[in-house]
C-alpha cells in the first residue's frame, strides 16, 4: 500500500529517499520489482525530479539498481552477494558484541535483556514478522553500544543491503527454535561480561544465517525442479 501523504517541499528528495527505503525494507517494493516512477509522483503530488535524486541514494546505498533507459528496479541479493556477505557481516557484528559488552553499563545490559524477551515472546508465537523485527532492535542495539563510529559505519553499510532478505533464512523449518537458542547463549555471555565469547557467539549466529538462507535456497531449487 503507497502512503498517500503529500511531501513537504523541504529537503524533499531526503524524505522521498527515506519513504522509499521503508517500502523497500518493507516489501512494499519486493526483490526484483521494477519502481513506478510515474504512479508514486502521482500519488506523492511530486515531480519526477526528486523522485529520480532518490533512487539515486538508494542506489548508492545498493538497495536499487538503475537500469539505463528501462529505469529503476529493487535490488535482489544473489547467493553470490550473500556467501560474500554474511562472512563479513560476522565480523563486522562479532566486533560489536565484543566491544559492546566492554562498555555497556548495567542499565544497558538491563535494555538488552527487555530486547531478548521480546524475542522469546515472537520465538515462542513462532511469529516469523514479530521474531525478524525484535532481531533487528536487538543487533542494533548491541551495534549502538559499541559505540564506534567507523564500525558504526561499516556495519550500517552491510545491515541496511541485507536488510533487503527481511529475515527470509526464518522460513527455513527450525530455524526460529536455533536462532533463539542462540541467542540465549549470547545474552548469558552478555550477562557475564565474556566479551570474547559473546563476539564468537555473534559471529557463529550471523554464520548460522547464512546455512539456514543456503537451506532454504536449496529447497526451493528442488521443489521448482521437481514441477518443472
Known amino acids: 500500500m503507497v502512503d498517500p501523504t503529500p511531501l513537504r517541499p523541504a529537503s524533499l528528495y531526503e524524505e522521498v529517499a527515506t519513504r522509499l527505503r521503508s517500502m523497500v525494507f518493507d516489501r512494499a517494493l519486493a526483490p526484483g520489482q521494477w519502481v513506478d516512477e510515474l504512479a508514486l509522483a502521482r500519488d506523492w503530488q511530486i515531480s519526477r525530479t526528486p523522485l529520480r535524486e532518490a533512487l539515486k541514494v538508494l542506489a548508492s546505498e545498493g538497495l536499487v539498481t538503475l537500469v539505463p533507459r528501462q529505469g529503476c528496479r529493487v535490488t535482489e541479493v544473489s547467493e553470490d552477494d550473500a556467501a560474500q556477505l554474511f562472512p563479513v557481516m560476522a565480523l563486522l557484528e562479532g566486533r560489536c558484541a565484543f566491544e559492546a559488552v566492554t562498555k555497556a553499563t548495567p542499565v544497558d545490559v538491563k535494555a538488552l535483556r527487555r530486547l531478548h524477551d521480546n524475542l522469546e ?23 549502538a553500544l559499541a559505540d564506534n563510529r567507523w564500525l558504526d559505519r561499516a556495519t550500517n553499510d552491510l545491515r541496511s543491503f541485507l536488510r533487503l532478505l527481511r529475515g527470509r533464512q526464518l522460513n527455513w523449518p527450525g530455524r526460529v527454535e536455533e ?37 532454504l535456497r536449496s529447497h526451493e531449487k528442488s521443489h521448482r525442479g521437481q514441477h518443472a
Open 121 to 143: 515472546k515472537h520465538a515462542a508465537a513462532h511469529n516469523i514478522d514479530g521474531y525478524y523485527r525484535a532481531n533487528h532492535e536487538f543487533h542494533t542495539k548491541v551495534q
Open 179 to 215: 536462532s533463539i537458542e542462540e541467542h540465549r547463549r549470547l545474552m548469558e555471555a552478555i550477562d557475564r561480561r565474556d566479551a570474547a565469547l559473546a563476539g564468537r557467539l555473534m559471529h557463529d549466529h550471523l554464520l548460522a544465517q547464512l546455512s539456514a538462507l543456503n537451506a
